[in-house]
């Protein structure tokens, strides 16, 4: 079937694939999120986890998705719609753009974050100011807060949150030959210069063996079964799976293309680019004697910290860090959106200009709602969840917008996505199509479609249905019945 419209856009090289897709994958979820799981969880015996769910259920699920929309030739919609006609499977497409608007919500806040830290930086707000002063300062500073206490700066994390989805549609625009793999191809590589400077600079420090032991040396006492969860719902965001990201990308891929390679080269590149996050901080963190295990404010509050202490180089690597911050979640964000731009222009119609101008337009405005949430904006949403606290008798736990967002896209859209797809690929797909797709230049090596076949039929749904599970806390409700510990 060559089915490869030639008025369709699409990416034009093998690098720029590579560097579109890993994009999209390396964001914040690299370098802000992963180094402080792994720190809350204990460190290398966590990765090994990660690792294993990275390629037992990552890697296939991202190869499923790339297959699903080079076969279709379309965006998330569409392409279920035209793979399996005039059956439900749609709605995965579906389900998948409403976790677009609203990863692309809170994630542009975020992202917002990191371009004032840059402007701070810059200016060498940080100097000088003791770790509670650059903790009081954060706190202020995303929930618009001013010293007396009062909203008065409501607006200050907003502006910053406008002008990253402002810079996001605008690559958008260009179109994904011209938009996303011309700007991907430049700051891919600007990331990864970056980061191997910082990981340079951390590991020369005096006393950052220990950073590097707590990376690499596993402590299996500390693991939870709770970590194994983590590590997989991790694996999902950090590779882009789930909501019709990577079948998008997948649609602008060309015929010749092995898709495998291209999944395993991405997957290898997040996941390098993840331990090189780590590498950057926490031998730094512990040289400088601070505590790993922070949580989220692990790049926001204690590396500023680690940065005065290097003395005057340090403003210098802080404004890199924060640029690879803002480069990262820039090449995420624009695959975001992609994934609503692609649908409104194919399946409504719509020109691509007043597509990305009208998608922007909600989700800068659902941003804004979550931005505010961390302050002002108190209205709290319930979200099922079994509460531990109270016996698991409890069933819907109340959230404020910015996390109730975070919490239904990561807890149900995007593993109930994840499950469609590598159960459409597994069972539904037609076997003939599958293996069309997997081949290259008409050579399918039989084990290679064994093994992912078997991925896909089994392991992969069995073990995101786990953590779905888990993340409604019913593994844990039935751990705790019978006694157990988890
Ligand atoms: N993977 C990106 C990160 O690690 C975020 C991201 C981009 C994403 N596209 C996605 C997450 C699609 C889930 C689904 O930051």
């Known amino acids: 079937m060559e089915n490869l419209n030639p008025k369709r856009d699409g990416f034009t090289s093998k690098f720029g694939i590579i560097a579109a897709a890993a994009g999209s994958a390396i964001g914040l979820g690299n370098i802000w999120k992963f180094p402080y799981i792994v720190g809350i969880n204990g460190g290398a015996a966590f990765i090994l986890i990660y690792l294993v769910c990275i390629a037992l259920i990552g890697a296939p699920v991202m190869l499923s998705e790339f297959l699903i929309g080079r076969r279709a030739q379309k965006n998330a919609v569409g392409s279920f719609k035209k793979l399996a006609p005039n059956t439900p499977w749609f709605l995965t497409g579906w389900m998948g753009l409403g976790a677009a608007f609203m990863i692309l919500s809170f994630y542009g806040v975020v992202a917002g974050w990191t371009f004032f830290y840059v402007v701070k930086m810059i200016f060498g707000a940080f100097k000088d100011m003791s770790p509670d002063a650059i903790g009081g300062m954060f706190g202020n500073f995303i929930s618009g807060t001013n010293d007396a206490g009062t909203f008065g700066e409501w607006w200050h994390p907003i502006m910053y949150q406008v002008a990253f989805m402002a810079l996001t549609a605008g690559v958008i625009l260009g179109g994904v030959k011209n938009g996303i793999e011309k700007y991907s191809k430049i700051l891919m590589p600007m990331l990864l210069v970056i980061i191997i400077i910082l990981d340079i600079k951390a590991i020369s420090l005096k006393g950052s063996s220990a950073g590097v032991e707590f990376l690499f040396k596993p402590e299996w006492g500390a693991l939870k079964l709770s970590s194994v969860l983590d590590a997989l719902g991790h694996a999902f965001f950090s590779l882009s799976l789930g909501m019709g990201t990577m079948i998008t990308y997948g649609s602008y891929i060309g015929k010749k293309e092995n898709l495998g390679v291209t999944s395993i080269q991405v997957t290898i590149a997040d996941t390098l680019i993840a331990l090189l996050a780590g590498l950057a901080i926490f031998p730094a963190v512990f040289a400088f004697g601070i ?34 911050l803002a480069v990262a979640a820039l090449t995420s964000s624009i695959s975001i959106l992609e994934v609503v731009v692609a649908y409104l222009s194919e399946e409504m119609n719509l020109d691509r200009k007043k597509a990305t101008i009208i998608s922007t337009i909600i989700i800068t405005f659902m941003g804004i709602l979550c931005s505010l949430s961390l302050g002002p904006f108190t209205q709290t949403f319930p979200i099922l969840e079994l509460s531990e606290a109270e016996g698991f008798a409890r069933f819907f736990t109340q959230y404020g917008f910015f996390d109730a967002l975070d919490k239904i896209s990561a807890n149900f859209l995007l593993p109930i996505g994840g499950l469609m797809i590598s159960v459409f690929v597994g069972w539904k797909m037609k076997n003939e199509d599958v293996k069309e797709e997997l081949s290259n230049n008409g050579v399918l090596r039989i084990g290679y479609f064994v093994v992912f076949d078997f991925l896909c039929k089994f392991v992969a749904p069995l073990g995101i249905i786990f953590v779905f599970l888990y993340n409604l806390g019913v593994v844990k409700a039935v751990f705790t019945f019978f006694g157990w510990e988890i």
């Open 291 to 324: 505590e790993p295990g922070v949580g989220p404010g692990l790049v926001f509050v204690t590396l500023p910290n680690v940065f005065n202490a290097m003395g005057n180089i340090g403003q210098l690597f802080g404004i890199m860090f924060f640029v690879l």
